[in-house]
């Protein structure tokens, strides 16, 4: 292919760097250069054969609709993820598609995003093992994987041009670091760019995250892809490190990529770079092959069961088949199963949850709808009906959730409420005295604590892909008991979540006001109450944790902990816990979360197993992002590894000593009075400098006295040697400071 490279002219090497279509690469025949097709994703293939869009208004092939990302992070099994996305791998493939645009790894800074349903976790270590995971399968059936919006794209609201104002510890602690797993262990062939600004600059065409953080530090050594029509300036997107624009400008920005080559403002090595990457996904692709949509189906299935999260339950649950069960709630037969933009796809085939039940239950369960989609309350007779059917019935089974239009790739929700036709119905259900069990239907968090009383059991469904219906029903009827943990806190109030002064922002700019305190390391910090904390989810069985240990070995870069707890099942049924492993670690520098999670392992026991559960943590599972020094740094003292249930249920802790080298701050005579006391001998030397005359009378300059060192402390020692008094000669700064560094080495 070199030779061939080698011959092409620069309008070809520029046109291999943009789409030919919406979809496709640019074809070079004569250099045996093939054209490549990339779809959307992330939970099934959105492959369009005409009339193209990238917002899934327009018609795609059936394809098997998994459980959208808010399910399968809720899923907290990366072998199980790994499946779908080797499943969604042989799908692209029989479809002609050799790149399949997802997993979406973005955080769920605020529960109001509108494409929430389409990302995993408020937690970059969930988020990153995760979407490895779906990245891994993916690429295991040679088709490429692209995980998206590369970065800080945590809003739909005016989301091609807003600028996202975060400091670089927060991108580095919270946004960056399920790219940084996805990218160094899972390799995939292709990242996304966001639309947004980070900080002024398109990620488009922001240097420092394509180039410096993503290719130097991180070693990405595939194609960096646009989002569509996130791509701004094309000669300037370039220079940043993005390959290949998205979706084709029908040569218009070639042309301005071959005139800046012309005129010599861009170097043509960085365009036969970015071509050249491009011919090498285009060479990577295996082709064809086919599914069968019945295996893919029971797949989908299997996956929905085991992402369902059991909020609450007073034992109501697992339903007996013969038991007096009614069902309400249009949602049971009209399923909410995916999100809406361009992850909608055309599924194989729909399971509504209400003939499932039956299906189960071996008998036609009495249904009324309750409520209209459309949310409109001016239909008390529905309300009335199934006050009838409820009365009738020992338990019954009410079904809720989010409408379609509530949620959107595009725009943000502007509250977390259930439409109010629906809690009014469940009023009217509850008041009968019929035991309530609710099942939710919804790609972001809704909020809960002004209803979930009424209800006997909560079972947040999510959006839980075409086999959702059926998955519910083997939930409901304990044919599978459910082990899905929550990945996002679900609050109390809208008012609590950290980014609700700053969501979606002012006109232009959104700022990260919160820091590093997103999701619960802002819930936790402040000891606030939420209605379901981040990691809880039930099981029809309980587990026991006994015997935490850790191994600490090594001293800085190369500290270890060897960490294992042993679970059991206690119950009498079969099950699966998620065991989550929490650090805390201290600093005297940073404010830092109270725990943050660092492991997780989903384990499945009969009752009465035992089994033993290992965590391998390393010097990075402790460390922070120093703002100044801009490096990863761990503090020396006492770290706590916690393991449990969920993120507030803390079944056994464990201190652990940092041998950690601490870092000595090095001093200049721009740095502050008191970091120059601070360094062991510091003091010294400036008693000895900062000596007054013998006829002042004075023993020391006023400025070293206790009270002055406080009050004076911030003041710049360069600018100190100007106040009378001080006694500092500015000429000896640099000196001094050597001396005193030199002290402070060991
Ligand atoms: C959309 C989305 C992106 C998708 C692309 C192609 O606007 O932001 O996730 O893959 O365009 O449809």
């Known amino acids: 292919m070199n030779d061939a490279f080698d011959r092409l002219t620069i309008a070809e090497r520029a046109s291999l760097t943009s789409g030919s279509s919406m979809w496709r690469t640019q074809a070079i025949d004569r250099a045996g250069i093939p054209s490549i097709t990339l779809s959307d994703g992330p939970h099934g293939l959105r492959r369009q054969p005409d009339g193209a869009d990238h917002l899934g208004v327009g018609h795609s092939l059936p394809a098997t609709c998994f459980p959208p990302a808010v399910a399968l992070g809720s899923s907290w099994d990366p072998g199980l993820v790994q499946r779908v996305g080797s499943a969604l791998g042989v799908e692209a493939r029989s479809m002609d598609v050799q790149v399949l645009l997802g997993p979406g790894i973005n955080i769920k800074r605020s529960p109001l995003c509108g494409r929430n349903f389409e990302y995993l976790s408020e937690d970059p270590h969930l988020s990153g093992v995760l979407g490895a995971a779906l990245v891994e399968g993916i690429q ?15 809003q739909e609201t005016d989301r091609l041009r807003v600028s996202v104002e975060v400091d670089e510890r927060t991108l580095r602690e919270i946004y960056l670091p399920a790219f940084e797993h996805v990218v160094t262990s899972a390799e995939p062939w292709l990242v996304m760019c966001a639309y947004n600004r980070v900080n002024g600059v398109y990620a488009s065409q922001h240097r420092w995250l394509l180039t410096e953080v993503l290719r130097e530090e991180w070693g990405f050594a595939g194609v960096v892809v646009s989002d569509w029509g996130a791509v701004s300036d094309r000669v300037e997107a370039l220079r940043a490190g993005l390959d290949l624009e998205m979706p084709t400008s029908g040569g218009a920005t070639d042309g301005q990529l071959v005139a800046a080559v012309q005129d010599g403002t861009l170097d043509p090595a960085l365009l036969d770079q970015a071509a050249r990457r491009v011919v090498h996904l285009a060479g990577r692709a295996v082709i064809g092959g086919a599914f069968d949509a019945g295996d893919h189906h029971r797949l989908a299935r299997e996956v929905a069961a085991q992402c369902a999260v059991l909020l609450k339950n007073d034992g109501v649950l697992p339903l007996d088949r013969d038991g007096s069960i009614a069902v309400v709630g249009e949602l049971a037969r009209t399923p909410r199963y995916q999100g809406a933009g361009s992850s909608q796809i055309v599924p194989t085939r729909l399971d509504d949850a209400l003939s499932e039940l039956r299906a189960l239950a071996g008998r036609d369960l009495p249904f009324a709808p309750g409520y209209p989609l459309d949310g409109d309350r001016s239909a008390p007779g529905l309300v009335k009906e199934a006050r009838g059917i409820a009365r009738n019935a020992d338990t019954t089974v009410v079904f809720l959730g989010l409408p379609a239009g509530a949620e959107s790739e595009g725009y943000d929700r502007t509250g977390l409420d259930l439409p109010p036709g629906q809690v009014d119905l ?49 939930v409901l009827f304990g044919v599978v008991n459910p082990s899905g943990r929550l990945a996002e806190t679900i609050p109390l109030r809208l008012a609590d979540t950290p980014s609700y002064l700053n969501f979606p922002g002012d006109p232009g700019s959104v700022r990260y006001g919160e820091g590093v305190f997103v999701g619960y390391r802002y819930h936790d910090a402040v000891g606030g109450p939420v209605s379901y904390p981040f990691g809880h989810g039930l099981s029809y069985t309980e587990f026991g944790y006994a015997h935490l240990e850790a191994d600490v070995t090594g001293d800085d870069e190369r500290l270890r902990a060897e960490v294992s707890v042993r679970i059991t099942n206690l119950g009498e049924r079969p099950g699966q816990e998620v065991v989550q492993l ?53 503090e020396p003292g006492t ?56 006829e002042t009378g004075l023993a020391r300059s006023r400025f070293l006295t206790d009270g002055s060192l406080r009050t004076m402390g911030s003041v710049p020692l360069r600018r100190l040697a100007r106040f009378p008094g001080a006694y500092l000669d500015p000429d000896r700064l640099d000196e001094l400071a050597a001396e005193v560094n030199a002290k402070a080495q060991p």
């Open 140 to 154: 295991s059936e040679g088709v490429g994987a692209c995980p998206k919006h590369f970065a800080v794209n945590n």
């Open 426 to 474: 469940l009023r009217a259900v509850a008041e009968t005295g019929t035991r309530v069990v609710v099942v939710l239907s919804n790609g972001g968090v809704v909020q809960v604590a002004e209803w979930d009383h009424l209800a006997a059991a909560v079972l947040e469904g999510w959006l839980l892909g075409q086999a959702g219906g059926g998955a519910l029903a083997d």
């Open 582 to 634: 929490y650090v805390s670690a201290p600093s005297q520098v940073v404010r830092r979360p109270e725990h943050e999670l660092r492991g997780f392992r989903k384990v499945a026991l009969d009752p009465g197993q035992s089994a033993t559960v290992r965590f391998e943590l390393g010097w990075r599972d402790f460390a922070y992002f120093h703002p100044v020094r801009r490096s990863w740094t761990v």
């Open 639 to 694: 770290a706590v590894i916690h393991v449990g249930g969920s993120s507030r249920d803390i079944r056994q802790s464990l201190l652990v000593k940092l041998d950690i080298t601490p870092v000595r701050e090095r001093v200049t005579p721009d740095s502050p009075l008191e970091e120059w006391v601070a360094v062991p001998g510091g003091l010294e030397v400036l008693l000895r400098e900062m000596r007054p005359p013998a």
